[in-house]
C-alpha cells in the first residue's frame, strides 16, 4: 500500500495477558517510530528505529514493551503482562531521510480490561 | 516541566476568525520544530515545518524565536474544516538518535 499500516485496528485484553501490535512500513522508509497516545493526551515516544543502527528504546516506559524491526521493513511492538494503564492508541510512523517526511499510521486502539 | 507546552484550548472561533497558537520548549538544544495537525481519533499529519526566518502556507503562518524557545501557528481566514488538534513538535538529533518530542496539543473548533 501507500501508506503506514498497523494492525490490529483495534485489540482488546484481559489485564495479564501479551500483546502484539504490527506496522508495515511505507516501502523504502529507513526510519520507524512507535509512539502511544492516551485520550486527551499528547503523544509519547516510546521507541526509534533507523535502518541497522540499535534502536533508541530511550522512550519504552517499563520491560514489559520490547520492539523488533526485521529485515529493516516489518515492525512489531510486544506488551507483555498487560496492564490498565496501558490503554491507549498506539501509534507507529516511519520517515525518509528528512523527519519531517514522517507518516503516521492509523493506530492500534488497545484496551486493558 | 514539560519539554514542549501548548495552551490545550479549547479555542472555538467563528468562520473567519484569525487564530493564534503558542507553544514553548524547554531544551534549547532541540533543531528543528513542527506543526501536525491531528484530527478526532484520527493519526496525526503534518502540517508545515517551521523555519527561523517564519514560513507562510496559504492562510498558515509559522513563527520560531529561538532565543525565547517559543513557536507560534497563525490561521487566518479560518475554516470549519480547520477543526482540529494542532501539535506543536519539537526535534532533538543526538548523534544517530533523533527523537520528536510531541506537545499535548490545542483544540480548535471553528464554529459556523
Known amino acids: 500500500g501507500a501508506g503506514v499500516s498497523q494492525s490490529p485496528s483495534n485489540k482488546v485484553t484481559e489485564k495479564g495477558k501479551d500483546v502484539e501490535l504490527r506496522c508495515d512500513p511505507i516501502?523504502?522508509?529507513?526510519?520507524l517510530y512507535w509512539y502511544r497516545q492516551s485520550l486527551g493526551q499528547g503523544l509519547e515516544f516510546l521507541i526509534y528505529?533507523?535502518?541497522?543502527?540499535?534502536?533508541?528504546k530511550s522512550g519504552l516506559p517499563s520491560d514489559r514493551f520490547s520492539a523488533e524491526r526485521t529485515g529493516g521493513s516489518v515492525s512489531t511492538l510486544t506488551i507483555q503482562r498487560t496492564q490498565q494503564e496501558d490503554s491507549a492508541v498506539y501509534l507507529c510512523a516511519t520517515g525518509g531521510r528528512r523527519v519531517n517526511e514522517q507518516f503516521f499510521g492509523p493506530g492500534t486502539r488497545l484496551t486493558v480490561l | 516541566r514539560k519539554e514542549v507546552e501548548q495552551d490545550p484550548g479549547p479555542f472555538n472561533v467563528p468562520e473567519g476568525a484569525t487564530v493564534a497558537f503558542n507553544c514553548t520548549y524547554s531544551n534549547s538544544a532541540s533543531q528543528s520544530f513542527f506543526w501536525y495537525r491531528q484530527d478526532c481519533r484520527k493519526e496525526p499529519k503534518l502540517l508545515m515545518s517551521v523555519y527561523s526566518s517564519g514560513n507562510e502556507d496559504g492562510r498558515f503562518t509559522a513563527q520560531l524565536n529561538r532565543a525565547s524557545q517559543y513557536i507560534s501557528l497563525l490561521i487566518r481566514d479560518s475554516k470549519l474544516s480547520d477543526s482540529a488538534t494542532y501539535l506543536c513538535?519539537?526535534?532533538?538529533?543526538?548523534?544517530?538518535?533523533?527523537?520528536?518530542?510531541f506537545g499535548s496539543g490545542t483544540q480548535l473548533t471553528v464554529l459556523p
Open positions: 516501502s523504502g522508509h529507513t526510519a
Open positions: 528505529f533507523q535502518g541497522n543502527s540499535a534502536p533508541d
Open positions: 513538535v519539537v526535534l532533538i538529533s543526538s548523534g544517530s538518535a533523533r527523537q520528536l518530542t
